[in-house]
């Protein structure tokens, strides 16, 4: 049950997490930072969590050509060659279809999972085994397999799968099961629904497949985006490159891999698993998880914080600073380098517009 | 109507600010900020409101050893000489009994004004004319003479001078009055009777008098500290005043002028004046001042402020700083340095409390 050498991991660290502003930056965005106070960055845990699974020399991370050197700083495990430069931004298929090229002018016969960088997982061991599960599930044939998680409550922030039978782990002895849909976020009514129903899954955005399988199927349902990436035959893992891939790279769909293949394809499956998981996506997420006091508070980022008549309410800002806080009710207050925010956890899903508009007001700077 | 080289101006600059914590900082307090925005410190706004007045070798500013270096950065055309410190804090009493001592060793036939270093005055023409009629009036005798403000609203947060008959300058040509009673600070309830009234002026601070009067009435009603300051009696103005203050000043009682003479002594008047003046003691009389927007917002410090559904709130952040608000209504938030405050306005009289708890949880470092 060790390591594997066909097996890849394929870290997509590109993100700007702009919702997690003003903590999460342009410089220094989510998946290098330690939210939850647990020690290491997202990035960090995400790699130690595959460590047990894939070779060192197997895994690749997707990032955007400015935070290499980060990426390198968390990951000083990897050879520079290992962290892929993303030009531009283009959704996830255009960096699965780069990085599944790289692999297969290496290692054809690989299996690989793809996983965001900034995620939290806390059921380790439960989730080890389901890649695990899942790598050999898809090894030598053309199976996309995605992992679904069970939803806890009717969250109205994740993309749900619908299994075509729900999972009888108990019975059969399987619990991967073809998808019937993939559905966008659902509002509140609908995800009641959803939950109740026992069929639907939060989609958490991590996939296992073999190399063949996928690039199969990226030559069916996106072509272009394929051909594209095909064209860098015999350059991949070259001097040459960086270079192909700039040149290729802004001309691709800015397309989700979710929505260009695995909505379209009939050999899609889920496989279902009931680990601790969340995308830490929004302060909420992270208030869920967050150590809170008596009042419900949770305060965090190495400061002192004194709370009178407050409840509720998240508090973050860095190791030598105090905040004195009196009369909040469910707010947000961030506080990181030259950017501060106040507002109410229930407008988190504004506070990408927030980081629009001080941008386009004040500058990049504050960013 | 220049200079008289008689007249002696104190300016009181002990005040440590705390209800404008974090902005008025132990290390910076509110004399030596410009929290309007005006270009000028308080400090430096009051002593050149006394210069057409008082020549500059006859200022004094009272202030804490520790402050000594800033009065002079603020001040610069005094000398070192010109600043008496303090070596422990011990209210106005002694403070002005200090400071008369020093102007009688030089000017036994001086007369003198005395003023805080931190309030707002607008109407300077007038205050000025005001200053000059009390200095005529006590010129040569014993009256003590304090300036009253025509209250404009039933403020609690200051203290009422009432006057035996109303002033009626526009019958009798004067408006100097003799004073019924000094009042603490009043209910809402009570302020509201008293400017209903007409006979209640709020309490400036500010005082007028000779120096052979407020020293007689020092002898009369605090002869304790009087006493104490008499003993040093040839050292004033020389190389051993400080030591003798260092040694005289822990010993004496911690008490306002207000409650140690001008409430007992029979020879007390009150010049009312309807000039624009505020203590700017609280974050609510700063707001008062302040440029407000549409949602009577008012933002200041130097930083940018974007408000999304917020009214009536303080934002005050330092330049090169940006602050996202959202949700607020009546806050003040307030950043400088190493502290953030964010507390409804309707608690600000709470903010010293939490000063202290910041201090006694954290360490001096934060305030």
Not at 109 to 114: C, E, F, Y
Not at 131 to 137: H, I, K, T
Not at 178 to 186: A, D, G, I, L
Not at 200 to 213: L, M, T
């Amino acid at each position: 049950m060790g390591q594997n050498k066909n097996t890849y991991c394929v870290i997509m660290a590109g993100g700007i997490g702009s919702r997690f502003w003003p903590l999460s930056k342009n410089r220094m965005p989510k998946q290098f930072l330690d939210v939850l106070g647990t020690g290491k960055s997202f990035i960090r845990s995400t790699f130690e969590r595959f460590l047990p699974i894939v070779p060192v020399e197997n895994f690749l991370v997707v990032t955007s050509e400015s935070y290499k050197t980060l990426v390198l700083d968390h990951l000083p495990e990897l050879h520079p060659d290992q962290v892929l430069a993303e030009p531009v931004r283009r959704n996830t298929a255009p960096c699965i279809a780069y990085a599944a090229r790289r692999i297969a002018a290496a290692n054809p016969a690989a299996t690989m999972v793809v996983a965001p960088s900034d995620h939290l997982i806390t059921g380790e061991a439960e989730f080890q085994a389901i890649v695990r599960e899942g790598l050999a599930f898809v090894d030598g044939n053309e199976k996309l397999m995605t992992i679904g998680i069970k939803p806890s409550r009717p969250e109205t922030g994740y993309g749900y799968i619908q299994v075509d039978t729900a999972p009888r782990a108990e019975t059969d002895g399987t619990s991967i099961c073809k998808v019937k849909t993939f559905t966008e976020k659902p509002n509140l009514e609908m995800a009641r629904v959803f939950v109740d129903s026992g069929e639907f899954f939060w989609n958490s955005g991590i996939f296992v497949w073999s190399v063949g399988g996928i690039l199969k199927a990226l030559g069916t349902y996106l072509p272009e985006i394929d051909a594209a990436f095909a064209r860098g035959e015999g350059k991949y893992g070259t001097a040459e490159e960086q270079a192909f891939v700039d040149a290729v790279y802004p001309a691709c769909d800015n397309i989700s891999i979710d929505y260009g293949v695995m909505e379209k394809s009939p050999e899609v499956y889920v496989r279902c698993g009931d680990f601790g998981w969340s995308d830490i996506g929004t302060w909420g997420s992270l208030y869920q998880h967050a150590v809170r006091d008596e009042q419900q508070n949770a305060f965090g980022g190495g400061g002192q914080v004194l709370a009178y008549d407050t409840r509720g309410t998240v508090v973050n800002i860095p190791a030598g600073k105090v905040a004195v806080v009196e009369g909040l009710e469910d707010y947000l207050v961030v506080e990181k380098d030259n950017a501060l925010l106040i507002c109410r956890r229930a407008s988190e899903q504004n506070i990408r517009n927030y980081v629009e508009d001080v941008k386009y007001r004040f500058g990049e700077e504050f960013i």
